[in-house]
């Protein structure tokens, strides 16, 4: 059982927005008011695994998404659905967006790998010390979970075009090159913004100073396709 909350759409239009790892629904809340002040549904939950959901581990996470999508997409009040993910919920938007369509539009925000596949290449000392851990960590992760995710995350968002594709990248020192290659490997309509002088989930952060344009891009975003004329 997946626990959260839903403001109800006064537009046509919902999102349901994903937190990121070791997180809950309430990291989220400065996205969904935001959203909701633009009248779209919105629906806040805790991944498997968190918050006040069931789960002892990450596993399946494409399916979360999935449901999330058709619970949505079920209501009375919504005509068009979309999706947003930070961090670990970025990559939880963009798997499940593979594997359902109801999902139209899609915006990941720093999204994290999926496998050793999406992990760019090392430049430096420091980013060479992560090669022990990464050769454990997704190895283990798929014995651990029974699969984490079913797809890499370059090749999740292979699958999500035609439909649009907004990723956000701070300057974390991997985050950018990782990002980057998820933008490269994505098909269109996409777009990649590239926030200069943030850390990690800094965009939608309201003491760092770039939250009014982070509103303006997200809800030009979602406007230009769940607002769309049916």
Do not use: C
Not at 40 to 66: C, K, N, P, T, W
């Amino acid at each position: 059982t997946l626990r959260g909350w839903y403001t109800p759409s006064k537009n046509g239009a919902a999102v349901m927005l994903i937190h990121g790892m070791s997180a809950n629904r309430e990291n989220v809340l400065g996205v969904a008011k935001l959203l909701a002040k633009h009248d779209y549904g919105v629906l806040l939950f805790d991944a498997r695994a968190h918050g006040e959901s069931d789960g002892e581990i990450m596993s399946s996470i494409q399916l979360d998404g999935m449901a999330a999508a058709q619970y949505l997409h079920s209501r009375p009040d919504v005509q068009h659905v979309g999706a947003w993910g930070f961090s670990m919920g970025g990559l939880m938007v963009i798997e499940a967006a593979a594997f359902t369509t109801t999902i139209e539009a899609v915006t990941a925000d720093g999204p994290g790998p999926a496998t050793a596949v999406d992990m760019p290449a090392y430049r430096n000392f420091q980013e060479w010390m992560y090669l022990p851990y990464d050769m454990a960590f997704f190895p283990a992760l798929q014995i651990r979970t029974g699969g984490f995710a079913a797809l890499s995350t370059k090749d999740a968002v292979a699958k999500i075009t035609p439909r649009p594709l907004f990723l956000i990248a701070s300057d974390q020192s991997i985050e950018l090159p990782m990002v980057q290659a998820y933008y490269d490997a994505a098909g269109e309509p996409k777009t990649l913004w590239h926030i200069e002088g943030i850390g990690h989930g800094g965009g939608f952060d309201e003491y760092a100073g770039h939250l009014d344009e982070y509103e303006q891009r997200l809800t030009a975003f979602f406007d230009g396709v769940l607002l769309k004329v049916s």
